[in-house]
């Protein structure tokens, strides 16, 4: 079973930085990714990184946030910088039992409680 913890969300002035990590145990996965959710709103997909370090980004983010992971410490981390208020959601870690990412979040199969990120 894969255990996922997140932490570093908070509130930001638009423009600001945080960075978000999450701490998994466990084995059985490989894909790990970013989601949020805004409320009213469906979960997408931020950021999702391969074992191999292979990134891919959502369009409304490229150029600001950069996913990356440290596989000795099992950590994911999300540096997200120039903030605005419509990356305002909670954000969740996951963890897919595939080698390759997908988008959606069906297609993964362990998920973090959430921390909330809070841009005005």
């Known amino acids: 079973q894969v255990q996922l913890v997140e932490s570093g969300g908070g509130s930001v002035q638009a423009g600001g930085s945080l960075r978000l990590s999450c701490s998994v145990s466990?084995?059985?996965?490989?894909?790990m990714g970013w989601f949020r959710q805004a409320p009213g709103k469906e979960r997408e997909r931020v950021a999702s990184?391969?074992?191999?370090?292979?990134?891919n980004y959502a369009d409304s983010v490229k150029g600001r946030f950069t996913i990356s992971r440290d596989n000795a410490k099992n950590t994911l981390y999300l540096q997200m910088n120039s903030l605005k208020p419509e990356d305002t959601a909670m954000y969740y870690c996951?963890?897919?039992?595939?080698?390759?990412?997908?988008?959606?979040?069906?297609?993964?199969?362990?998920w973090g409680q959430g921390t909330q990120v809070t841009v005005s």
């Open positions: 996951a963890a897919s039992s595939t080698w390759y990412c997908l988008t959606t979040p069906t297609s993964f199969d362990f």
């Open positions: 990184i391969e074992s191999d370090g292979s990134a």
């Open positions: 466990g084995d059985g996965y490989s894909c």
